[in-house]
C-alpha cells in the first residue's frame, strides 16, 4: 500500500510538472532603428514571439545584429507583463551606411593612384549591399556590385557584380627585366551565400571574364607575345568562420577567411594562359587592450598553380599588404603576409574618435617558374614599420579615415604614405 501512495505521488509531480506554464517572449520590439526595418531584424532573429525565455539565444541575436553595417551597438532588456511572460526589447544604435570611399597611394618611385567609390550598406532597409566604384592607376578601371545576404531566406543570398578593369601590370622575369602591360579585364560575377549559423558562412560563385594584355614598354624577351586574348571561366569557393565582436571602433575575437578558385582559361594549350587554381586563406586575430587599445594581426596565405606564367595573381603592393612598398612593385605565385598593428584611441567625444597605431607588416613571395623554397630564402622577404593616423565617426559604418607612413626595415630602400577608408583590415 505504502508503494503505491508513492507512486501516485509520483506520478501526480510528473504530470504537475507538465501542467507548469513555461516562461515565454510575449513580443519582441525592435528601438532605435530608423533606417533599418524592424522586420528584417526580427526576421533574423533566432528569439521570436511565443518562443522560450533563452538567455543565450537572445545574447546570440545581440551579437548577430552587432555584425550587421547598419548597426553600431546592441543591447537587450526584458520586461515581464501581466501573464507572468516577458517582453523583449532590442536597442539597437544604428550606422548611417551610404558610404563614400577613397584609397590612394604613392612612394618614392612612383605617382598617385586611386580609388573613388560609394556603397549603401543597408539598401532597402534590408543591408543589401549596392555601389559602384572608379579607380586610376596610369589607366581608368570602373564597377557595379549587388549583394543581398538574406534576400531569399534569413541564411540564404545572392550577389553580382561587373568589372572592368584596365591597368599597366608590370611582369618580372628571372632576369630582373620589367616589362609592363596593358591589362583590360570585363567580368560579370555571381555569387550564392549561405549562412549555417553566426559563426559559419560559405559562398559559392561564377565569373565569366574577356581579358587582354597589350605591350607597352619595357625589353621584352624573345618568344614572348605583345599581344594576349583570353576567356576565362572561374568557380570561387569561399568559407568563413566568424567570432569576432564589433563595438564602434573596437574589435575583439577570431576570424578564417579561406577563399578557392578554379580558373579554366579558353586556350589551356598556351603555357602561359593554362587553366589554374588559386588558394588563399586570412587569419585575423584581434585583442582589446584596456579601455582603449586594440591589438591587430592578420596572417595571408596565398598559392596558385599557375608557376610556368610570368602574370602571377599575387602582388606586392601598398593597399594589399605591405604599407609604404608601393604600387604593384613585384609578383608571386606563393605568398605568405603577416600584418600587425597596435591602436589607441587617444580621444572620443561623442560620435568622434581619433585612434593612431604603429604597425609591423612582413611578407615573402615565391617567384613565377620558382618553388616554395623561395618563401623562405629570404631573397623575396619585405619587412615594414610605420605609423598611422585613423579618424573615425561611429555613427556611420566604416567610416574610418585612414594614414599610414611605411619604412622598410629590409633591403628594399623605400618609404610611401597609403590613403584610405577603413580599416587596413
Known amino acids: 500500500m505504502k508503494l503505491l501512495s508513492v507512486l501516485i505521488v509520483i506520478l501526480f509531480c510528473l504530470g504537475a510538472s507538465g501542467f507548469a506554464q513555461e516562461t515565454k517572449i ?32 537572445i545574447a546570440s541575436d545581440v551579437r548577430r545584429f552587432k555584425l550587421l553595417p547598419s548597426v553600431a551597438s546592441a543591447s537587450y532588456e526584458l520586461k ?4 507572468d511572460n516577458y517582453m523583449l526589447i ?5 550606422n548611417f551606411a551610404i558610404i563614400p570611399g577613397l584609397k590612394v597611394s604613392q612612394d618614392n618611385n612612383d605617382g598617385f593612384a586611386y580609388r573613388l567609390s560609394v556603397f549603401d550598406f543597408n539598401f532597402l532597409g534590408q543591408n543589401q549591399i549596392i555601389g559602384a566604384f572608379y579607380s586610376k592607376d596610369v589607366f581608368d578601371s570602373y564597377g557595379f556590385i549587388w549583394e543581398a545576404p538574406n ?16 591597368l599597366q601590370e608590370p611582369i618580372f622575369f628571372a632576369d630582373k627585366r620589367d616589362v609592363n602591360y596593358k591589362y583590360n579585364s570585363r567580368a560579370m560575377a555571381l555569387r550564392f551565400m549561405y549562412e ?11 565569373t565569366i571574364a574577356d581579358e587582354d594584355y597589350s605591350y607597352l614598354e619595357g625589353e621584352l624577351p624573345e618568344d614572348f607575345p605583345q599581344e594576349l586574348s583570353v576567356n576565362r571561366t572561374s568557380i570561387t569557393a569561399e568559407y568563413e568562420y566568424n567570432n569576432i565582436t564589433n563595438e564602434f571602433q573596437y574589435v575583439d575575437g ?19 594562359l593554362r587553366n589554374f587554381f588559386i588558394g588563399r586563406n586570412d587569419f585575423e586575430y584581434f585583442k582589446r587592450v584596456g579601455k582603449k587599445g586594440n591589438w591587430a594581426n592578420r596572417l595571408r596565405l596565398g598559392y ?10 599575387f602582388a606586392l603592393d601598398n593597399q594589399l599588404n605591405i604599407r609604404g612598398v608601393g604600387n604593384t612593385i613585384d609578383r608571386g605565385t606563393a605568398s605568405v603576409v603577416l600584418n600587425m598593428e597596435y591602436r589607441h584611441t587617444w580621444l572620443e567625444i561623442g560620435w568622434f574618435a581619433m585612434q593612431s597605431n604603429v604597425f609591423v607588416d612582413a611578407g615573402t613571395w615565391q617567384d613565377p617558374g ?9 631573397k623575396n622577404a619585405t619587412l615594414f614599420s610605420g605609423l598611422g593616423l585613423r579618424l573615425i565617426h561611429k555613427r556611420i559604418f566604416n567610416a574610418v579615415f585612414r594614414i599610414d607612413y611605411g619604412l622598410s626595415l629590409g633591403k628594399k630602400a623605400n618609404s610611401g604614405i597609403v590613403f584610405g577608408i577603413g580599416q587596413y583590415f
Open 80 to 83: 515581464k507583463d501581466q501573464d
Open 196 to 206: 549555417h549559423n553566426f559563426n559559419n558562412r560559405f559562398e559559392l560563385g561564377f
Open 151 to 166: 534576400l531569399i531566406t534569413r541564411k540564404i543570398g545572392i550577389g553580382a557584380d561587373y568589372q572592368n578593369n584596365v
Open 304 to 313: 596558385a598553380t599557375n608557376d610556368t606564367t610570368p602574370f602571377a595573381p
Open 254 to 272: 577570431f576570424r578564417s577567411v579561406f577563399t578557392s578558385s578554379f580558373t579554366l582559361m579558353s586556350e589551356g594549350d598556351n603555357d602561359l
Open 370 to 378: 620558382g618553388d616554395l623554397g623561395d618563401l623562405i630564402s629570404g
Open 26 to 57: 510575449s513580443e519582441v520590439i525592435i528601438n532605435g532603428n530608423k533606417r533599418t526595418k524592424a522586420k528584417f531584424l526580427k526576421r533574423l532573429a533566432y528569439v521570436k514571439e511565443g518562443s522560450s525565455l533563452d538567455s543565450s539565444r
Open 90 to 94: 532590442y536597442t539597437v544604435v544604428e
